[in-house]
């Protein structure tokens, strides 16, 4: 069946560190993904997207890695501020949007 | 644009109540989506719109759950009778033209206590 999952529940990384949350999903017919940031409190907030005939995407500081092959996405973080410290999920969209369990980023000063 | 706006933000009730639920999506956005967040089950999909039909409701847990969407700019989920295993945080969310290519964007939630 469908399923999106994270590998790590939660990263610890010290301010100004690169940071890398990784997600794996199951359905190959998935042509859309996207990473969103939630602080606690908030809904989730839109980062960065990726279609599936991309393999790489760059933002402002954020990288996103899509390895087909394997299914596997990857959110890059440089340079991680205290300000980037929340849960980042994984979603795909093949149809209806289907979230990961989510990735705690805990930003040490 | 003000973005998604949900309310109330908190709601507090006692099991067998009626909850109803409020979201005004971004103007122009064609598509409206109601999901619920908990610690268990994370964010899960309940029932979508397009221009104000209803698409896709398999996500409703029960009966006890209705979603109504009577024009483009407003949206209820209301619960009926309500239980304690309701309480979570209902986010609405919505987007443009596509559902495939478009981002959602979210509201700040409900945060809903069912006592």
């Known amino acids: ?109 | 644009d003000a973005g998604v706006i949900q309310s109330p933000r908190h709601e507090v009730t006692e099991m067998g109540q009626e909850v109803t639920l409020r979201c005004k999506p971004i103007s122009g956005h064609d598509y409206l989506f109601w999901y619920r967040q908990t610690m268990m089950r994370g964010l899960e999909l309940l029932i979508y719109f397009n221009n104000n039909v209803p698409i896709d409701d398999s996500g409703m847990p029960e009966d006890r759950f209705s979603a109504k969407m009577p024009n483009a700019s407003f949206s209820t989920l209301k619960i009926q009778p309500s239980e304690p295993r309701d309480s979570a945080v209902y986010f609405c969310a919505s987007s443009s033209v596509s559902l495939s290519t478009d981002t959602q964007y979210f509201g700040p939630g409900t945060r809903l206590t069912v006592l």
Not at chain 1, 47 to 72: A, C, E, F, P, W
Not at chain 1, 76 to 99: M, R
């Open chain 1, 1 to 109: 069946g469908e399923s999106v999952g994270l590998h790590l529940p939660t990263l610890s990384v010290q301010e100004g560190d690169n940071s890398i949350i990784n997600c794996a999903y199951s359905n190959s017919a998935s042509d859309y993904f996207i990473w969103y940031k939630q602080e606690s409190g908030k809904g989730p907030q839109f980062i960065i997207d990726i279609r599936s005939n991309m393999d790489k995407r760059q933002g402002q500081r954020v990288t996103v890695l899509l390895n087909k092959t394997v299914k596997h996405l990857s959110l890059q973080i440089a340079a991680t501020q205290p300000g980037d410290s929340a849960v980042y999920f994984c979603a795909e969209n093949s149809g209806k949007l289907i979230f990961g369990q989510g990735t705690t980023l805990q930003v040490k000063p």
